[in-house]
């Protein structure tokens, strides 16, 4: 049980619509990244939330976009959705900024866009 | 090149054999080497966690990075059916993010 806890599990969605997928981080933590899994690759980051400022963008376009709020969630939105955006999307929550330390995984969200 | 290479496998042993899984990484200003084992369809989890070069082991788990030839290895001694997943490795970008880079994962099947 890491106590990073995504919502929904499971979503469908058609092409060109637009979704919201949300996350709860540890408490305490300040930082939350969000990442892609397509089947059979490992996660790629999407960008990175620091003290609920964007602080890293991967190389991902700007339909994606997202936020961090006060109380350890954030959001992850992806507009004009298109059928490659199919994946495990997995928010991972960590204390950064001083000595480090590991990230925590949600269970993810499977977004399908049909 | 892929900044984190790992083999997609898949990797088939029996029961109780030792398991070598391997990555290779590019960037020499990494430090910081994680394994995650991933079940189907769920998140990853935290296995190991190594900062420069050596080895750490947690029970089953031997966890060894090589800097000097950029090379990470995941040891996992008389596997179980329960070890089959998906193995991760991963490295941390310090350099202005915090971000995870990872390979493409090993599939791992234990067979009984």
């Known amino acids: 049980e890491t106590g990073v806890t995504q919502s929904p599990t499971h979503l469908i969605k058609t092409r060109g619509q637009q979704v919201t997928l949300r996350c709860s981080s540890q408490?305490?933590?300040?930082?939350v990244s969000w990442y892609q899994q397509a089947l059979g690759q490992g996660p790629q980051f999407i960008f990175q939330y620091y003290r609920e400022e964007e602080n890293g963008r991967g190389n991902f376009p700007p339909r994606f976009s997202g936020l961090q709020f006060p109380n350890y969630s954030s959001e992850l939105n992806v507009n004009a959705l298109e059928l490659d955006d199919s994946a495990l999307y997995l928010c991972?929550?960590?204390?950064?900024?001083?000595?480090?330390?590991?990230?925590?995984f949600g269970q993810g969200t499977r977004l399908t866009v049909v | 090149q892929k900044e984190v290479e790992q083999d997609p496998g898949p990797l088939s042993v029996p029961e109780g054999a030792i398991v070598s899984l391997n990555c290779t990484y590019s960037?020499?200003?990494?430090?910081?080497f994680m394994w995650y084992r991933q079940y189907s369809r769920k998140g990853p989890e935290l296995l190991m966690y190594?900062?420069?070069?050596g080895n750490k082991e947690d029970g089953r788990f031997t966890a060894q990075v090589d800097k000097s030839s950029k090379y990470i290895s995941l040891f996992i001694r008389d596997s179980q059916p329960s070890d089959s997943a998906t193995y991760l490795c991963a490295t941390k970008d310090r350099s202005g993010t915090y971000k995870y880079i990872f390979g493409t994962g090993t599939r791992l099947k234990v067979l009984a």
């Open positions: 408490s305490g933590h300040n930082t």
């Open positions: 190594t900062y420069s070069s």
């Open positions: 991972a929550s960590s204390l950064e900024g001083g000595s480090n330390t590991e990230a925590f």
């Open positions: 960037n020499s200003a990494f430090q910081y």
